[in-house]
């Protein structure tokens, strides 16, 4: 490691033993590439203030905007500020994630660690640790304390020089509507997603938020191009501590943005698993009738449709939302099932067959049997959990539900969380988190429009549990049949949840509950699709993409390439096959609509063979898609 400061107002620069004192207003940092430029001032004019601005390939991206923080009972630290050291390093590695979008990720950049201290009394020293991607800019605050602080305030901003574009989100499942920088809602969601001209996409977000208070954006009230970082509530630690990190991801598309989302991943810690052979992605069917019954049906399906698990949602273990519900033991709340449910019969079965069991247990009875329910499940045999409607956004519920994850490590637990969480990029640290919700998915019935959105913002975050459905009547509302398995590739998950609200044609019908409403599998040759779907991928290539109209996603897991493509509006375009290796034959399968056909889906399938020559033409009708499967012809 060396010490250094690259700037362009020196004031001096003495070389004392081993290290450098530096006394300068600004550093400046590179990308890798060059192409991205990080400046951190002390004092820019007449101003005292620590802020910073970055720009791209030339370009003012973000405009010198503040930095700081705030804790109770003290003044704000920013101001007055003297630049006492530089540390710069550079990284370039790959690393091999447990399963993925891709099968291996680089994570390469310039990192600075600015040590900082204030002029005047009370003469605090904090450290800013800045990295400079050739994806984007990452930082955060390093605070050293010998006593107990409270940080009520953090006085990050993101300044913008013109009315850009913006697709805002004011809570995690809610719609996204298109905006602008002056019209940010309070309380906007990360990752934040902007145009800033037809070759430049921002996303501002937060990367390994574990232990503090989530963040989301407010814009000023004073200037209506400047964003404000805010935090959840209060922050308190007794000890050293550093903020999560504070990014501006840049992209020349909306689909490139999507397709450098591990950028998030590389911001976190590295795998603490040691043993990951537990951890298994796939794919789910929901059992919506409590019943032993239709447990032992859906385990029939799992292993007849190549699905590797079953969940059981609310309702086994009682009212969700009782308190006196226990999930130590089956007893099935009356208002969704009738049972009888022999929940142990049913895993055993399922274990029998090669299906494995997820359980959701709701917060109120997490926080309270957390410890008991852990042990109790691993010696049941159960694969997972489901933890539902859980408290997030403090520090407290924050460092809660993440010790939740660790200790479901503990008894080799994999983890869904549903409802407002949205990734920052744990599942890096604890791969047994495997996806989570914080998604609009399809309990909310949104149409290819909003899925189109939720692809290319939401999705930069991480995995998304978006409850896949099929054979419900509202379908036809939110797209088509085709659009439906095009989803299921375009919206990553490594538990993918399919058949949401459907059951299988042996599991019984319910009066009441979801199983009285959900519709019957039919065995149609649509199936077909599901059967092969893989949930992990060997590699990503988002081919195009405009965000809210349409989008193109092409996978592949070994040889075999799978396409998704989603469209708002008619649309009609060209994909090469330029992907696939070259000198190798292939044979696509393709999974269109066809309003003319008189089944239930209306899906055509039909075959043909490709190669990387090949060039399909493509027509979708109006919130239609395509599935695509392509895989090598064997000699």
């Known amino acids: ?19 450098l004192i530096i006394q300068a207003k600004e550093v400046k940092v590179l990308s890798p590439d060059k192409k991205i430029e990080l400046t951190i001032s002390t ?83 904090f450290s800013l640790t800045a990295r400079v991607y050739n994806e984007g800019v990452a930082f955060k605050y390093n605070v050293l304390t010998n006593k107990e602080v409270t940080l009520i305030r953090e006085h990050t901003g993101f300044k913008f020089t013109k009315d850009h574009p913006s697709w805002v989100a004011g809570a995690a499942q809610s719609k996204y509507i298109k905006g602008s920088i002056s019209r940010t809602s309070k309380g906007t ?109 859906c385990v029939d399906f799992a292993a007849r449709h190549n699905l590797q698990y ?43 067959k ?41 520090q407290k519920s924050t460092s809660w539900l993440h010790e939740a994850v660790r200790k479901a ?22 791969p047994n988190l495997l996806t989570q919700e914080g998604i609009r998915g399809e309990e909310e019935s949104p149409d290819n429009h909003q899925v189109l959105i939720t692809m290319f913002t939401r999705m930069v975050a991480g995995a998304g549990d978006f409850t896949n459905c099929y054979f419900i009547p509202g379908i036809t509302k939110m797209g088509s049949h085709a659009s439906q398995m095009a989803k299921s590739i375009c919206i990553y998950s490594p538990w993918q949840f399919v058949y949401w609200y459907d059951r299988p044609l042996d599991s019984p019908r319910q009066i009441g509950g979801a199983g009285s409403t959900a519709s019957v599998i039919e065995e149609i040759p649509d199936l077909s699709f599901y059967d092969a779907l893989p949930t992990v991928w060997n590699d990503t290539k988002v081919i195009d993409g405009k965000i809210g109209e349409y989008g193109t996603i092409a996978r592949r897991s070994g040889d075999n390439w799978y396409v998704g493509t989603l469209t708002d509006k008619p649309i009609s375009f060209e994909l090469p096959l330029r992907f696939l290796t070259k000198n190798t034959a292939y044979e696509a399968t393709i999974y269109a609509d066809d309003a003319a056909l008189t089944g239930p889906t209306k899906v055509t399938i039909k075959q043909m063979k490709v190669n990387t020559e090949t060039i399909l033409k493509i027509k979708l009708m109006e919130k239609n898609g395509q599935a695509i499967v392509i895989r090598p012809l064997k000699h």
């Open 43 to 125: 004092g820019l004019k007449n101003e005292n203030e620590l802020s910073y601005s970055i720009s791209h390939l030339g370009s003012l991206v973000i405009a010198f905007s503040p930095l700081g923080l705030e804790f109770e009972n003290e003044k704000l630290l920013s101001k007055d500020l003297t630049l006492v050291s530089a540390e710069e390093k550079m990284v370039k590695e790959n690393w091999k994630p447990v399963y993925g979008e891709k099968d291996n990720y680089l994570d390469h950049y310039k990192e600075v660690t600015i040590q900082l201290k204030e002029n005047n009394s009370p003469y605090r020293s």
């Open 310 to 352: 079953i969940e059981f949602d609310a309702g086994w273990y009682g009212h969700e939302y009782d308190d006196s519900s226990s999930a130590l033991a089956v007893n099935v709340d009356p208002s969704r099932s009738k049972g009888p449910l022999a929940l142990q019969e049913i895993i055993a079965y399922g274990k029998s």
């Open 189 to 297: 969601e990360r990752p934040y997603v902007i145009e800033m001209d037809q070759n430049r996409f921002l996303a501002l977000g937060e990367a390994a938020l574990v232990e503090h208070a989530r963040m989301k954006f407010n814009r000023s009230p004073k200037d209506s191009l400047l964003l404000n970082a805010v935090l959840d509530g209060k922050v308190t630690y007794k000890a050293n501590f550093s903020t999560p990190w504070r990014y501006v991801m840049i992209a020349e598309s909306a689909g490139k943005l999507l397709e450098n989302n591990s950028f998030i991943l590389n911001l976190n810690h590295s795998n603490a698993i040691k043993d990951v052979s537990w951890i298994k992605p796939g794919k789910v069917i929901r059992e919506v009738t409590l019943t032993t019954t239709g447990g032992k049906a």
């Open 1 to 19: 490691m060396k010490s250094t400061t690259i700037g362009r107002l020196f004031l001096v620069l003495c070389l004392i033993g081993n290290g």
């Open 409 to 430: 490590a503990d008894h080799q637990l994999m983890v869904d969380i549903h409802d407002e969480y949205r990734p920052t990029g744990y599942s890096r640290t604890y």
């Open 354 to 394: 090669g299906v494995g069991v997820i359980l959701y247990v709701n917060q109120r009875a997490l926080s309270k049997e957390l410890d008991e329910i852990l042990p109790l499940f691993q010696s049941w045999g159960v694969k997972g959990m489901k933890y539902g409607f859980v408290n997030v956004g403090s």
